[in-house]
Structure formats: structure tokens, C-alpha cells
């Protein structure tokens, strides 16, 4: 982060256009918010405003449903390049480098929304200085919050006691919780946050039951082939093996998952890469340049002859990693 030599702080949120039909590089900007505060947290300025899209100046029913935002509002709002003039004018008048934001969303979708602009021959320069100015804050504060992974900026908020004015997913009202989680995080003790401990809970559990599920779908796959009377042997060897049955259960699904989606290939290629462990099977009509430099070795098997391969490389190496 900058160091700021009045100390004042920016946090924005972005809402963009959003919809079955709107691809992610195809995104435009449809509201802003910014919170400007000082180093004693003393909010100075709030900006809100909307924006009119120029490729898909309709809402679609996903947007409306996630935003609240309506066509009206849409419809009878500036470009967004002269909502951005005005940021970077607030930014500049309190001497702001940094501009806070939630996650790695917003710079490409930025970049997106110049994209359409240069695509409809439409000024876009005050967008760009934004979009330099993006700085993610989402990986600091989760490591500050001792959190297993990120989580939704609407959930974080709560145990802060924040409630939007309205409903989350308004730039406003976002950008307004990531002060309120900012400045929480750098003055409170979040030791005795109970609210927090209880969020920390509920994502070490989503993890764990994640890796649980991935488990099972995995060993699903694996043994959705039968097992050649080699391999049945070699099970019954290391089943009570919880490092070896891991590796021989992952290296099957490889096996396995290639050959169940590639149904019309005959001919297939175990690749070892550099990295320690790391393998990919791939039908031997995919085998490209970039591949083979990447690869360490690649060895040749057909669909009826996998289980040979299988049991060679489970039992070549002393596989400690998966």
C-alpha cells in the first residue's frame, strides 16, 4: 500500500452489468461507491453514483435481482467515465493512491468497461486512472482476521455489526462495509469478537466438508472401471496404507476421468511434470508443443492396458504428497 501523506484512506465498491448473456470480459459498469475517511476513521467523503452502460444498456433480471437497481435509474445516468472524473477528483484532492477494494474482481472488470468504451469510440481515460489505482485488500484482511479463506464482504461485515442501509451488492453500501471492516480490523480486539469466531467456525467447517465431498466424487471415479486381479491384489496390499491408498485413489480418478470423457480415444499419454508428484493424462491427440516442454515424460498407454500403467507408477516412487 501507499503511504499517503495526508493518511487518508479510499474504499470503493463497483457494481457491474451482469447476466447469462454478458460474458465476464464483456462487463460494464453499472454503479459506484467510495468512502474517503481519515487516519482517525472520520469518514470525509461518500460518493455514490450509477451508470449507463453502452453495450448492454438493459438489465438483465440477474442484475436487477442482485442490485435493485432499475432501468429508470440506468437509463438516466451519466457515462461512466464522467462518473470517474469525479473520483479521480476526490482522490486527488485528498492526495489518494490506493483505492480499497474486496477481492480481484474489479481491476479486469474496469479494464472490461474500457474495452467497451474504446469498442464504442467513447472516452475512457478517467477510468483508467481509477482502474491503476485499484489496490486489493481482500488477502491482508483475511490473514488479519485469521481466516482460513476470503469470505463475502456482506457476511464479514455482520460481525461487525454493520447493516447497509438498504441490502449489500449497492456499490454504497459495500464500500461502506469495507471501512467498517478495515477500521474494525486496525483499532478493535478481534480476540474477543464472538461473532467473528463463529464466521472463522463456519468456514474451517465449508472446508472440510469440501474436502470430504472431493474425496468421495473422487474415489467415485476412480473405481467407476473395474479393477484388473492385479490391481485387486495391490488394494488389498495397501488399504490399511492411508498414504499409499491416497495416491493409488488420485492416480486412478486421473486415469479413469480422461478416459470417461474422451470416450471415442483409444490412445492415451501419462505426462510426469517437473513439479514433485504432479502427473496429467491426456488422450495422446492433445499431446502439443507447449506440453512437451512443460513435461518431464510421457508415456504412452491404450484404453485396455491402463491398469498395468496404474500399478507401475503407484508403485515406483514412495509418493508422500498427492
Not at 202 to 216: C, G, H, S, T, V
Request: proline share 3%; net charge positive.
Amino acid at each position: 500500500m501507499s503511504d499517503n501523506k495526508n493518511k487518508y484512506l479510499c474504499f470503493a465498491d463497483f457494481e457491474f452489468t451482469c447476466g447469462y448473456c454478458i460474458k465476464r470480459y464483456e462487463s460494464e459498469i453499472l454503479s459506484v461507491g467510495i468512502v474517503i475517511c481519515d487516519e482517525s476513521y472520520k469518514i470525509k467523503e461518500r460518493f455514490y453514483c450509477t451508470c449507463r452502460p453502452h453495450r448492454f444498456p438493459k438489465l438483465t433480471k440477474q442484475c436487477i435481482k442482485l442490485t435493485k437497481l432499475t432501468q429508470n435509474e440506468i437509463d438516466c445516468s451519466p457515462d461512466s467515465n464522467n462518473v470517474m472524473k469525479i473520483v479521480v477528483d476526490l482522490t486527488e484532492k485528498y492526495m489518494i493512491d490506493d483505492i480499497y477494494v474486496w477481492g480481484n474482481f474489479d481491476e479486469p472488470a474496469l479494464f472490461s468497461d474500457i474495452k467497451q468504451h474504446m469498442k464504442f469510440k467513447q472516452e475512457y481515460g478517467s477510468i483508467q486512472k481509477v482502474r491503476k489505482r485499484i489496490f486489493d485488500i481482500q488477502n491482508e484482511i483475511t490473514k488479519k482476521l485469521k481466516l482460513p479463506e476470503p469470505v463475502n464482504i456482506g457476511e464479514l461485515a455482520t460481525a461487525f455489526d454493520y447493516t447497509p442501509d438498504g441490502t449489500f451488492h449497492n456499490a454504497l453500501n459495500d464500500a461502506m462495509a469495507l471501512y467498517v471492516i478495515y477500521k474494525a480490523v486496525y483499532t478493535e480486539n478481534l480476540n474477543t469478537n464472538k461473532k467473528l469466531a463463529v464466521i472463522r467456525r463456519q468456514r474451517l467447517d465449508k472446508i472440510e466438508q469440501r474436502r470430504i465431498e472431493a474425496e468421495k466424487k473422487q474415489k467415485e471415479t476412480a473405481f467407476s472401471l473395474p479393477l484388473s486381479d492385479e490391481e485387486k491384489l495391490y488394494y488389498e496390499e495397501i488399504k490399511k496404507d492411508s498414504v499409499k491408498l491416497k495416491y493409488y485413489i488420485f492416480v486412478r480418478s486421473r486415469f479413469v476421468s480422461t478416459m470417461n470423457n474422451n470416450p471415442d480415444k483409444s490412445e492415451f499419454l501419462l505426462l510426469h511434470f517437473r513439479q514433485d508428484g504432479h502427473i496429467k493424462v491426456i488422450p495422446k491427440s492433445k499431446y502439443n508443443y507447449t506440453l512437451q516442454n512443460l513435461s518431464e515424460e510421457a508415456i504412452g498407454f491404450e484404453r485396455d492396458n491402463f491398469s498395468e500403467l496404474i500399478l507401475k507408477e503407484c508403485m515406483s516412487k514412495d509418493k508422500v504428497k498427492v
